[in-house]
Structure formats: C-alpha cells, structure tokens
C-alpha cells in the first residue's frame, strides 16, 4: 500500500469540461505537476508520483480531455489551445506555482505556456524526452499503434499482448487491473482504449507540425529552470532534437537515461524520479535569466 495514497478529485477547465485529478501528500511541499502524453492517462505518473510524494513532494496528475476519466468534447472538434489553457488553469489553481512535470503532449503544452506566459504560472519545467521539434518516425510509431485497433479487443489478454508488442522494453505484461483504467466496455461487449477516438480523427493531430514554429518562439522565451530527460533509446527525440533545444534554453539541464524508451517513466522510474529529485534540490542556486520576474502579467 502507498504511503502516501492518491485522492481522487476534479478540476473545472474554462469551457465547462470536468478534468479527473489525482493528488498525493496535499501538505507536501513543493507542488509537482504532472501532465501526460497524447493517448495516456494520469495513471502513467502512478510510479513516479507516489514515489515522489514519499519524499515530501505534493503531487498532482490528471487526465487531459479526452483521455482517460475527464470529459470529452461533444462533436469531437479538439485544438491544441484548448490543452493549453487546461494547464494553465490547473497550474494557477494550485497554491504555489508548481514544478511541471510534463511528458511529450504534456512537455509541448507546458513550453507555450512557460514561453508565453508572464509571469510564469510555473516554478521550474522538467521536460521528459520531448523538444520543440521531435523525430517524425517516432511519433508516426505512436499514432500507428493508437490507430490500430478501432474495433478494440475481446479480453483484455488480447489488448495486453498488443501492449507488449509496441514495449518490448518491459518485462511484465499488464495485468487485468493495469488495463481496466486504460480501456472502456462498448455496447458490443468489446474493449477499447480510453481516449476519444475523435482525437486522432480531428484537427488536434495536423496541428501539431503547424504548432512548431510557435513551440520553437516559446521555448527560447522560458526563463524558469529547466530540466529535460531524454530516453538513451527514445525514438521521437535525438541528439540533433536536443542540441537544438539546449541552443534555444542555454540555462536548461540535460540528462540521458540509460534504457529507456519514449516511455521513460515507465521503463525506468527509479533513475528518472532521481533525476528529477535532484533538480529540484538544486533550484534555490539554479542560474535563472536576472529579469524573470520583472514581466507584465499578460498573456503574449
């Protein structure tokens, strides 16, 4: 049992949407933030989270909309704005502002806020294996496996040896209960994964190669810490991706772990909790731009 359980809330974004939460150690001090990639839920910080709360940490993650336990949107018609302001409110309504802790989707949205946002809604980023401009090959990998199964599965041995299929990494399968949170019953009796498949079908997916050149402008405006973790066999960031970003961020740190995938947290979840514990202790001597806090409060 953790010590430091998940208590299960919600947050009301702009529009209306209910945004499930999970929270752990609400004493804890400081906040992190937790926002996960596109087709995940919150349940993929799980690991991380409660091992970061037992060190003394408040942990927050939730589900973006359209994933996992949070609303979907009615007719489907997903932007990547609308992400964009989820976080912002989620970071704004916590009480101080928080270290985001944000994976690929989740990594991208907390850069335009970071980047564009005075003053910043965020203490510190910790980017896990993303960058402003990614490896096309990997993410096409992604969108293949989230495309592959429109009609679902029978059981959900079926879906779990689809998933290790895409990870061979892991050594475990998932188990019943691992999958329950990340697949949904049909009126037809089969299984399919959590997320609104008006997500892959709408405009959220083209967006996204329209949205580098913004995600390239707010990255080279963040002026809070910053700590990117990339997977040693990560396939959507590379060296090329991430000497590119540390050109843009000159103050930003840059940790390889070794193993890992995309799905870093998920392979190797002591050495990225590690990492991530070890740049927060550093925060009071990091080395912030001098005028980071002398921004208007405006939106860009």
């Not at 752990?24 to 989270?49: C, D, E, I, K």
């Not at 990340?182 to 089969?190: C, K, N, S, T, V």
């Amino acid at each position: 049992m953790e010590s430091n359980p998940s208590t299960k809330t919600s947050f009301l974004t702009a529009d209306g949407l209910s945004l499930a939460v999970d929270l752990r150690h609400p004493s804890g001090q400081p906040t992190l933030l937790f926002a996960h990639g596109f087709g995940q839920t919150r349940g993929a910080w799980n690991a991380a989270a409660a091992t970061m709360a037992r060190q003394g940490f408040r942990c927050v993650s939730f589900d973006s909309r359209g994933h996992g336990e949070s609303d979907r949107i009615a007719g489907g018609d997903y932007h990547m704005e609308q992400f964009v302001d989820d976080l912002l409110g989620l970071a704004r309504a916590q009480p101080e502002p928080p270290i985001l802790v944000g994976a690929s989707m989740g990594g991208l949205l907390g850069l335009v806020v970071a980047g564009e946002v005075r003053p910043s809604p965020f203490r510190a980023l910790v980017l896990v294996d993303i960058t402003p401009r990614w490896e096309t090959s990997g993410v096409e990998r992604i969108l293949a496996f989230m495309q592959a199964h429109p009609d679902g599965f029978a059981s959900y041995a079926e879906a779990a040896e689809q998933i290790a299929a895409y990870l061979p990494q892991r050594r475990e399968r998932k188990s019943e209960q691992q999958l329950r949170p990340l697949l949904r019953e049909g009126a037809d009796g089969r299984l399919r994964w959590h997320w609104d498949p008006a997500l892959l079908a709408g405009g959220l997916v083209s967006e996204s190669e329209r949205y580098q050149p913004r995600l390239l402008a707010a990255a080279a405006k963040v002026d809070v810490p910053v700590l990117l973790l990339s997977g040693e066999r990560s396939d959507v960031v590379s060296h090329r991706t991430v000497d590119e970003f540390l050109a843009l961020v000159p103050h930003a740190r840059h940790a390889e772990v070794a193993g890992a995938t995309h799905m870093l947290a998920g392979d190797a979840n002591d050495a990225f909790t590690a990492e991530i514990a070890g740049f927060i202790a550093s925060l009071e001597t990091a080395d912030v731009p001098a005028d980071a806090a002398k921004q208007p409060a405006t939106r860009c």
